[in-house]
């Protein structure tokens, strides 16, 4: 059942960051009704494995949590669903085969499915590999990073798995801590938002809401240039993240980030996560999560 619901308003940050911190519990009734531009479902971090647990993180359950999001995420006839990375896990032996599990589940659910390439992904695998196995919905498979419309609002996905030379991630040729955008992917997004009228929402594995003293480990090495891409664009209302699976939020230059916790963490169904996104169409933005995921409650924009 949904969590908590708290409050984040960049008219009142003060205030909005005390509620976080308190955990008020809010009465829907006091938001009134709002017509719903567009809805849509996230989960990350499954990072599905048949293989023992190891610490926390309880690989094998991935795919049965997986299958309980999709059922709802159909049930509520949400318009897409996004994947926000390491979908996998890798093993020595350096197959497919749990990829094409966990992604077979995320097949049933009945709209545009989406992806965002996350480190674990690419522990055994290369990023061919890797598009080979997932579907995106109407996006050519060989693309990483990519962006699309849906219900007037603009998405855009990055891929951050390369390291600060340059090199892509592949087959676990990387540390996990060296994570970047690269200049041409810097280029096509400054392209992508130019002169941009719709509302955007980013989706990304690793943290971009960081100083550039936090750069590194698990924020992107260069994720000041990143942000000061989106922060030129007055549209972008939200960025979606995984990756650091204790989950998150925080409001920067106007910008929402919200770090969504990791579905593998812990055992049997209660300890899952995923959630639903509404966007209205004042372009405030509402967050219901499920399990252990975290809820915001009349998110004000700047979109």
């Known amino acids: 059942m949904p969590l908590n619901q708290w409050i984040a308003t960049r008219r009142d940050f003060l205030k909005k960051t005390g509620l976080l911190a308190a955990g008020l519990c809010l009465n829907p009734a006091l938001t009134g009704a709002k017509s719903v531009k567009c809805r849509f479902g996230l989960v990350t971090d499954p990072h599905f494995a ?3 647990t190891l ?3 309880s690989y094998r359950e991935s795919i049965r949590k997986m299958d309980e999001c999709v059922a709802l995420m159909n049930e509520a006839k949400v318009d ?3 994947e926000l990375g390491d979908l996998t896990n890798g093993t020595p032996e350096g197959t497919t085969r749990h990829l094409e599990r966990i992604e077979a589940v995320f097949r049933k ?3 545009p499915r989406y992806h965002v390439i996350g480190n674990h992904d690419l522990d055994s695998l290369s990023k061919e590999q890797y598009q080979s196995v997932v579907d995106n919905t109407a996006i ?5 990073y990519y962006s699309f419309n849906r219900n007037g609002i603009h998405f855009v996905v990055l891929d951050a798995n390369f390291r600060a030379d340059g090199t892509p991630y592949d087959s676990g040729n990387f540390h996990w801590t060296d994570s970047n955008i690269p200049e041409a992917q810097l280029n096509w997004l400054k392209a992508d938002l130019e002169g ?4 955007v929402i980013i989706c990304i594995h690793q943290l971009l809401d960081s100083g550039e003293e936090r750069e590194g480990g698990e924020y992107i090495g260069n994720g000041s240039q990143v942000r ?13 993240q995984g990756h650091q699976h204790r989950g998150q939020y925080h409001l920067v230059h106007d910008i929402h980030y919200y ?29 219901t999560g499920y399990r252990r995921a975290d809820s915001l409650s009349e998110i004000i924009t700047r979109g």
Do not use: Q
Request: hydrophobic residues 45%.
């Open 140 to 144: 050519p498979e060989g693309s990483t």
């Open 109 to 111: 659910f009945d709209g």
């Open 80 to 82: 897409l669903l996004i």
């Open 50 to 52: 048949d293989i023992d």
């Open 259 to 287: 770090t969504l916790k990791a579905m593998v963490e812990g055992s049997g169904p209660d300890n899952s996560s995923y959630a639903i996104v509404e966007v209205f169409d004042d372009l405030s933005m509402a967050i």
């Open 55 to 57: 610490g926390s993180r």
């Open 196 to 199: 941009m009228e719709m509302p």
């Open 228 to 240: 000061r891409i989106l922060e030129s664009n007055p549209g972008v209302m939200a960025v979606f």
